[in-house]
């Protein structure tokens, strides 16, 4: 079908586009137009932009699917094209038939594209390794052990050795296991005032060590999700400095929560790794716009009945994915980032972690786009969520930033 997308502002934050008032014009699933139609083009539907920013479907770099058909729908009506879903489902993706049946489920909702991690090792349990080689066939994009450890450090390095043979990623999440096991909330003053148990930044800080001598080794490409510390931040930093293969991400919830934000055992505040202090999030503020890192949803959709329990029996975790653009929009206006380079956040840079060739708009480019109204407000409550998940810490704000509509290569798949 050829889509015209007339009147918008379109922005490419990888190309450096950024134009008013202007046409995107789409035709068999591609990008084919910026500005002038292409000679013969005969749009078969149009789609008014005005007043909308036109931008590359966003990439959400760590979403779980616990209802694909409710979440992928939640994925799109949140301006998300492409999800890459971690492997702590029920059972874990540790066999290429989960992992081809999950890719096969996601292409017969058509919604938005799934991107499966696969077990690193089976039934995550952190000891042998699981068929990697099959995994990658049935669609993996790269393999991770989701929020769980891997507790023997050679186990680990045999495993990152065989990933990197292969040229193999692994996606980490860098908590280390003793230090953190009976945690519940950041290990500082607002945990000793409300008698929770703490984890300490150094569980984040000695896995980011760990894992950095072991690329250092291997030469394995690892991601490091969801770093919640400055301490933390810095190591990678470093790591990327001296070239090692490590990219990383941030919750987007730890872009604006603190500790503070647990308040009085606030369970929609609980998040794994835990809100820090002010000053942690601050550092991971300055490390986004500074383009150390992507920014995800981490989004953990939650049973009500799991979120009404004692914050120390709580699910960590909170819905993400129709947040994610808000709440980028929020962080970027807090931190004066201008829109596009916001918006490379939640494209482009995840794009480049995943090594694809997404989150533009360039000519040839697959047409995954977002058409949103920056300024249209409105209030998230659980009604207004088509995730099952309606958890969040955000309930009852008031949001900047609506989709108006979502394409999936040339599709329509949402419109407001």
Known sequence: MNIEIKNGRVIDPKNGVDRGATSLFVAGGSVVGLGEAPAGFV??????????????GLIDLGARLNSIEAELAAAVAGGVTSVVVPPDADPPLDEPELADRLVHRGEEIGKARVLPLGALTLGLNGERLAELAGLKKAGCIA??????????????????EYAATFGFAVWLQPQDYWLSRNGIAHEGEVASRLGLAGIPVAAETIAIGTIIQLVRITGCRVHLTRISSAAGM???????????PITCDVGVHHLLLTENDIGYFNTHARFSPPLRTQNDR????????????????????????????????????????EVLLPLTLRWAEAAKVDLSAALARITSAPAEVLGLSAGHLAIGAS?????????????LTPESLKSRGKNSPWLGYMMTGKVKATLVGGRVVYRA
Do not use: Y
């Open 143 to 160: 393999f991770s052990q989701a929020n769980r450890t891997v507790v023997d450090t050679e186990a680990l390095l045999r495993a990152m």
């Open 234 to 244: 810095q190591l990678v930093h470093r790591a990327q400095h001296d070239n090692l």
């Open 282 to 321: 601050q550092a991971l503020s300055d490390a986004v716009v500074a383009g150390w890192a992507a920014v995800c949803s981490d989004h953990t959709p939650v049973g009500a009945d799991d979120k009404l329990l004692p914050f120390g029996e709580a699910k960590p975790g909170a819905t993400g994915l």
């Open 43 to 56: 749009a078969d539907q149009s789609i008014d932009a005005a007043g909308c920013v036109v931008c590359p």
């Open 367 to 379: 047409a995954d786009v977002c058409v949103f109204d920056p300024e249209a407000t409105w209030q």
